[in-house]
């Protein structure tokens, strides 16, 4: 009898082992994504833009529709869309009831890029559009954009060769849960055009990149407005609006770049002799960047 019973406290303890093991197998949870939040401003202009450059606006109210990319880029140059969105404008002009002409007020519409009305806050994936404030600013927020990314990438667009665009490397944003875009405006956006370039010439590594606010200094507000261009030709061939792809074309920008690297350089020989072989620049650009290296 008694073997009997040390038989059954054996079984006992062994069963209870045995489910023991079983509880402590807990299966590990994958560790949430990363992310922050963004905030982008855009601005518009009631009037018809002149022909020449505008270095804080280039959409107008008679824009229909306006639309945003966010995309990291991987240390190889690839891109990955993290959040996409579709802002439609719709102006009124006249009273609805008396037909009698009013000032103009924007409001605007977000539609996701499954053709879904975006009526809530912004999402993962989803950017949205809000209606435009007393200045005619535009925000659009972009939120839980994944991070990991080595640069980020905003590029506000109407179509293929109509966008202005923003670049920001990784670590600004690893450590911040919301985040300011960088101001979209067309100046900023040739300085950024030149930077990505050069960014592939050093297999975007931040520590090899050129230093922006020289690159400003170099190419100023005054430069830009005269060049009236912001060199943001598309090499694309087949532009999608849901999966826009921007491909720089515009073999100019190496140009610059070359100058301002016979810039950095210092050697004024070199440099002077270069500018003077870039035709696209007129007698008024190329005396004002002759005197940055007297």
Request: charged share 20%; net charge positive; proline share 4%.
């Amino acid at each position: 009898m008694r073997l009997l019973q040390l038989s059954a406290l054996s079984l006992c303890l062994m069963l209870g082992v045995l489910s023991c093991g079983k509880v402590t197998q807990v299966v590990k949870e994958a560790p949430p994504i990363k992310s922050f939040n963004m905030t982008s401003n855009v601005s518009i202009s009631n009037q018809t833009l002149s022909a020449t450059t505008n270095a804080t606006v280039i959409f107008t109210a008679q824009t229909p529709e306006l639309y945003i990319t966010v995309n990291g880029i991987k240390p190889d140059g690839k891109t990955s869309l993290l959040s996409w969105g579709k802002g439609t404008i719709t102006r009124l002009t006249k009273d609805a009831k008396t037909q009698q002409p009013v000032s103009q007020s924007l409001t605007i519409t977000t539609t996701r890029r499954d053709g879904l009305t975006l009526k809530g806050n912004s999402q993962y994936m989803w950017s949205k559009f809000m209606s435009p404030d007393k200045t005619n600013t535009i925000k659009v927020v972009s939120n839980e954009v994944k991070q990991g990314f080595r640069y980020y990438q905003v590029i506000v667009f109407s179509d293929a060769e109509t966008y202005l665009m923003r670049l920001f490397d990784g670590d600004s944003v690893s450590k911040n849960k919301t985040v300011n875009c960088p101001p979209l405006t067309p100046y900023n956006t040739f300085i950024d055009t030149l930077f990505w370039r050069h960014l592939a010439s050093v297999n975007y590594t931040p520590k090899k990149a050129l230093n922006r606010d020289t690159l400003r200094k170099f190419f100023s507000i005054s430069i830009f407005t005269e060049l009236n261009d912001t060199f943001t030709g598309n090499a694309v061939k087949s532009f999608d609006v849901k999966n826009p792809v921007f491909s720089l074309s515009d073999p100019r920008t190496d140009v610059l770049l070359e100058l301002y690297q016979h810039y950095l350089d210092g050697k004024k020989r070199d440099f002077q002799a270069y500018l003077k072989t870039i035709s696209f620049l007129n007698d008024t650009i190329k005396t004002e960047l002759a005197k940055k290296l007297p």
